[in-house]
């Protein structure tokens, strides 16, 4: 069974900081890893898609990695701002198919 | 239209009522998911669909919940008798194919089911 983990549960940084938020998973046997965005009382927007044959998936200022023989993912944000306040949350699809397991996610709050 | 989208936003119901949700997915996309966010559970998988078919209904909590897909597009699950700890938000998200590596899954806006 998939177990997604994400630390920090919370983040708080000034704006202008490089930050990294981090997601581990159990079961390596993955084709992708995708990183969502979720605004309070919003739905989830997909952010980054990474599959299991790339190590590194870039778009604006976010850059995400995949590690599978470490069963980890980072997601680098470069020069926060207030902007990307929100949670961001990782998920691995797990039981051989495309269903999702998601992290419980790192609420981000970037501050002036 | 151009995303996911899903009907209605809120709903409030008395315990022991039924309840429909509705999503319709990008057009085009094959597969079409249901997940349940609630405080404590995080997000959870609920039911897949491949087209009008539903080959991993395993995240369904009760035969109190059922799900249908018709014409390939618009999905319905219903929750029966409704019960307190069905009081979430339901997710629904599509993709263009559902088995490949490249496949990104697009959510909608939700429902906030409130059950009280």
């Known amino acids: 069974k998939q177990e997604v983990t994400q630390i920090p549960a919370a983040l708080s940084v000034p704006e202008g900081e490089n930050l990294v938020l981090n997601c581990s998973f159990t079961?390596?046997?993955?084709?992708?890893l995708q990183w969502f965005r979720q605004d309070p009382g919003k739905g989830l927007t997909s952010l980054l898609l990474?599959?299991?044959?790339?190590r590194e998936q870039t778009s604006g200022r976010l850059n995400a990695s995949l590690d599978k023989s470490s069963g980890r993912s980072t997601l680098y944000i470069a020069a926060s701002q207030p902007g990307d306040s929100a949670t961001y949350l990782c998920a691995a699809p797990t039981g051989g198919g495309n269903k999702l397991t998601f992290g419980t996610g790192t609420q981000l709050k970037v501050e002036l | 239209g151009a995303g996911v989208s899903q009907s209605p936003s809120n709903k409030v119901t008395e315990k022991g009522k039924d309840v429909e949700l509705r999503c319709d997915p990008i057009?085009?996309?094959?597969?079409l998911y249901w997940y349940r966010q609630s405080l404590g559970q995080g997000l959870e998988f609920l039911i897949y669909?491949?087209?009008?078919?539903?080959?991993?209904k395993s995240g369904l909590p009760s035969d109190r919940f059922s799900a249908e897909r018709t014409g390939g597009s618009v999905s319905t699950l219903t929750i029966q008798r409704t019960q307190q700890e069905d009081s979430a938000v339901y997710l629904c998200?599509?993709?263009?194919?559902?088995?490949?590596?490249?496949?990104?899954?697009?959510f909608g806006p939700g429902t906030r089911l409130t059950v009280l």
């Open positions: 079961d390596s046997a993955i084709y992708n």
């Open positions: 998200a599509s993709s263009s194919a559902g088995t490949s590596s490249t496949d990104t899954q697009y």
């Open positions: 990474i599959q299991s044959s790339q």
């Open positions: 669909f491949q087209g009008n078919s539903a080959p991993d």
């Open positions: 057009s085009g996309h094959t597969a």
